[in-house]
Each structure stands twice: as structure tokens, then as C-alpha cells.
T-cell receptor
Framework: DSGVTQTPKHLITATGQRVTLRCSPR?????VYWYQQSLDQGLQFLIQ???????AKGNILERFSAQQFPDLHSELNLSSLELGDSALYFC?????????????FGPGTRLTVL | AQSVTQPDIHITVSEGASLELRCNYS??????LFWYVQSPGQGLQLLLK??????LVQGIKGFEAEFKRSQSSFNLRKPSVHWSDAAEYFC???????????FGTGTKLQVIP
């Protein structure tokens, strides 16, 4: 158990809908990262927050947004969902914001868009 | 831009045999290099990392990796594989300038009796 929790574990929804994925980092970690893992794209970095502020952005679509709240939990919002958004979404956390910090991964949320 | 190549999508080894998983990176300066493992239905777990110093790094679960600057490689090794090592392994590269870590496409390891 990494100490990172993600809810829900599974999510099934329809095209055009909007969903919110939630992540609680390990106690004491200030950075939260979001990744998308799919069969064709592999593991793709989406976005990172550090202590409530956006720190780095990867291949995140404009239909996707994220935020980190004062209690350090984070939410990833996916809107106007398409079939291709079906994937496993991971959250990770680390104590600092730099690349050398070990990232601890949550169990993931499996999103299925029908 | 930094990138990582894991040339082997799938590898099968016999239990007790040695293992080497290949990783090549592209980055201008000295990179931060990582190996993560993902067991079925689980998130990723860090096996080991290299930032500087000794180019042979030891990790958890009996794994080690060697940084070879001349070959831009960071191959993962284990002298004797156990059935519980069956998983997907990801090599990743980051740098100190910004926070993004780039992951390779992964190598799936199958262990046969």
C-alpha cells in the first residue's frame, strides 16, 4: 500500500459526459501528479500540482482540468468524454516538486467510456 | 526533449534464470533515471533510481541497474528471477530543470516454471 488513495476504483460512463476523479496523497506529500495509461499511448504524464499550484503540464487535453485543494487532495475533471478517453488514470504523490523525488502511485481509476 | 525507449515489449524467462531489461534514454545532460514495476491491477512502485555517483545502483527486490553514459542506457538486471517478478517494468527519465518525468512504454515480464 503506497498510502495514495484514489476514488472511484471503476467508472463507467457515456460519451459526452463529465466525470471527476479524486486523489488523496500520502500524508506529508505536497506534490500530486496525474497520469493516463492506455494500451496505445502507454503511461502519459498529464499534470502536476505542488501545494495547490500547478507546476508542470504534460499531454493534458483542454477538455481535462485538475486542481489541488488546501487539504492537498486533488481532483481530475474530464469533460465531453470520448471513447478514446477510456484508460486507467493514476495519481501519484511526492514530498517535493523536483524530478528526483520518488513518486508514490495510487491504485488507479479505470474509466470506461461507452 | 527527453525520451525513453524500452525496445522489448514482452520478455519471457524461466524461474531462476537471470534477467536484463533494456532502457535507452535521450537527454542532453545527466538525467535522473528510474525503474518502476507495475504488478497486475496495481499502481507503479519504484524499484531504484540514479541521480549521480556510483553508476551501479541497487534497488528493492534484488534488482540492480547500471548507468552507462556512453551508451545512453540504464538496463535493469536481476541474477535469479522469481515467479513473483512477473509484472510490467517501466524505465523513466527526468531532469532537475523541471518536474516532468517521462516514462517508457514498458516491458512485460513473464516468468515460466
Amino acid at each position: 500500500d503506497s498510502g495514495v488513495t484514489q476514488t472511484p476504483k471503476h467508472l463507467i460512463t457515456a460519451t459526452g459526459q463529465r466525470v471527476t476523479l479524486r486523489c488523496s496523497p500520502r500524508s506529508g506529500d505536497l506534490s500530486v501528479y496525474w497520469y493516463q495509461q492506455s494500451l496505445d499511448q502507454g503511461l502519459q504524464f498529464l499534470i502536476q500540482y505542488y501545494n495547490g499550484e500547478e507546476r508542470a503540464k504534460g499531454n493534458i487535453l483542454e477538455r481535462f482540468s485538475a486542481q489541488q485543494f488546501p487539504d492537498l487532495h486533488s481532483e481530475l475533471n474530464l469533460s465531453s468524454l470520448e471513447l478514446g478517453d477510456s484508460a486507467l488514470y493514476f495519481c501519484a504523490s511526492s514530498v517535493g516538486s523536483a524530478a528526483h523525488n520518488e513518486q508514490f502511485f495510487g491504485p488507479g481509476t479505470r474509466l470506461t467510456v461507452l | 526533449a527527453q525520451s525513453v525507449t524500452q525496445p522489448d515489449i514482452h520478455i519471457t524467462v524461466s524461474e531462476g534464470a537471470s534477467l536484463e531489461l533494456r532502457c535507452n534514454y535521450s537527454y542532453g545532460a545527466t538525467p535522473y533515471l528510474f525503474w518502476y514495476v507495475q504488478s497486475p491491477g496495481q499502481g507503479l512502485q519504484l524499484l531504484l533510481k540514479y541521480f549521480s555517483g556510483d553508476t551501479l545502483v541497487q534497488g528493492i527486490k534484488g534488482f540492480e541497474a547500471e548507468f552507462k553514459r556512453s551508451q545512453s542506457s540504464f538496463n535493469l538486471r536481476k541474477p535469479s528471477v522469481h515467479w513473483s517478478d512477473a509484472a510490467e517494468y517501466f524505465c523513466a527519465v527526468g531532469n532537475g530543470g523541471y518536474q516532468k518525468v517521462t516514462f517508457g512504454t514498458g516491458t512485460k515480464l513473464q516468468v515460466i516454471p
